[in-house]
């Protein structure tokens, strides 16, 4: 049973920063990729970040040069470095992973999901 869990929401101001976690432990090394998912309040879950069993990482247009998806093999932890956040990037995160060598901001077939953290970004 695939496992997720994340972690690091909180409540910060405009252009202020955060980095989520997801614990991984069964699909962090290994032929799963991984992603990071959100929905904001009335509004349907969207991709922002995904990380190839390659290594390679695609983001959402939204989050492109503000946010860094990586991992630590060690750790067993995927993280979400988010920087400059805006109102618009208030949310649940959710980690996500599907044993895919990629993954899809835009389908979420196939995928295991966390429980979701909560981000508020406040001006």
């Known amino acids: 049973q695939v496992q997720l869990a994340e972690s690091g929401g909180d409540s910060v101001q405009v252009g202020g920063s955060l980095r989520l976690s997801c614990v991984a432990p069964?699909?962090?090394?290994?032929?799963?990729?991984l992603a990071w998912f959100r929905q904001g309040s009335g509004k349907e879950r969207e991709g922002g970040a995904t990380?190839?069993?390659?290594?390679?990482?695609l983001y959402a247009e939204s989050v492109k040069g503000r946010f860094t998806i990586s991992k630590d093999k060690a750790k067993k932890t995927l993280y979400l470095q988010m920087d400059n956040l805006k109102p618009e990037d208030s949310g649940i995160y959710y980690c996500a992973s599907r044993a895919f060598t990629w993954c899809s901001l835009t389908e979420e077939d196939n995928y295991y999901w966390g429980q979701g953290t909560k981000v508020t970004v406040s001006s």
């Open positions: 990380l190839s069993t390659e290594g390679r990482t």
């Open positions: 069964l699909v962090i090394d290994s032929n799963y990729c």
